[in-house]
């Protein structure tokens, strides 16, 4: 679980429910109603967490200097204020999904935070990568290799240039199979689409975007 929090950065308590439940079915236990409270006062005791109360949104929970250290992870301590968490609401929904796809899907995650430590942005055009990091990356079996899927929440609508310019650099990355994208409501679903009609004017001769980009609802309500 402290792995889980450390790669995600931040993770709210109902994500941290879910992610004990889990832990206890594979290892045959049973969490008990305030089994959740207890273990976070052990990381507390210990040092390896840290709590915010962020307006309306509930307990959330990141790793201390300490914690990232205890679990291996890479990343540098940081310390987080609910003063500048702008973007938690997107990044609660990127952490649900993330949990939704490992419990429904064969495959696993590589984290934003990880790809923020390996790929440093770049503005160089030609460094398509570089250019827009995905929310994550869903990596999924294929025989005896592997494919790539960058993952996408869109929870509000993107700039139409913005966001023509993510699923341009989607379709000619090489480095991906494609794009998921996972939007919060139709009138983004219709913004997507209106995008991805222009693309083959675009870029001619490219593959379709139908091969490679994919709008999908997001799976869960949210608010």
């Known amino acids: 679980m ?3 929090i450390g790669e995600q950065l931040l993770v709210n308590k109902q994500e941290l429910d879910k ?10 236990e049973r969490a008990g109603k305030y089994t959740l409270r ?5 990381w507390r005791k210990h040092e390896l967490v840290k709590c915010l109360y962020p307006s309306a949104r509930g307990l959330h929970c990141y790793l201390t200097t300490k914690g990232l250290q205890v679990v291996g992870l890479p990343f540098k301590g940081r310390e987080l204020h609910p003063a500048t968490l702008s973007s938690l609401d997107h990044h609660d929904a990127v952490n649900r999904l993330r949990l ?3 419990t429904e899907s064969a495959g696993y ?12 942005l770049s503005r160089s055009a030609s460094d398509f990568r570089q250019v827009h990091r995905p929310d994550g990356i869903w990596v999924m079996p294929d025989g005896e290799s592997r494919v790539e899927w960058a993952i996408e929440v869109e ?5 139409p240039r913005r966001l023509t310019t ?4 989607y ?3 090489p480095s991906y199979a494609g794009a998921l994208f996972f939007y919060r409501h139709d009138g983004i679903k219709r913004a997507l689409e209106r995008s991805l009609a222009l693309l083959p004017q675009q870029l001619p001769g490219i593959v379709p975007t139908e091969q490679c980009i994919h709008l999908c609802p997001l799976p869960f309500a949210d608010a």
């Open 171 to 173: 379709v000619l990355n």
């Open 38 to 42: 207890d273990l976070i006062q052990k």
């Open 19 to 28: 992610l004990l439940r889990l832990d206890c079915q594979k290892h045959g």
């Open 2 to 4: 402290l792995g889980w």
């Open 166 to 169: 993510i699923l341009r650099q």
């Open 155 to 159: 929870r509000s609508l993107k700039p």
């Open 100 to 102: 939704h796809l490992e």
């Open 109 to 120: 995650w590589i984290s934003e935070r990880r790809l923020m430590q390996e790929q440093p």
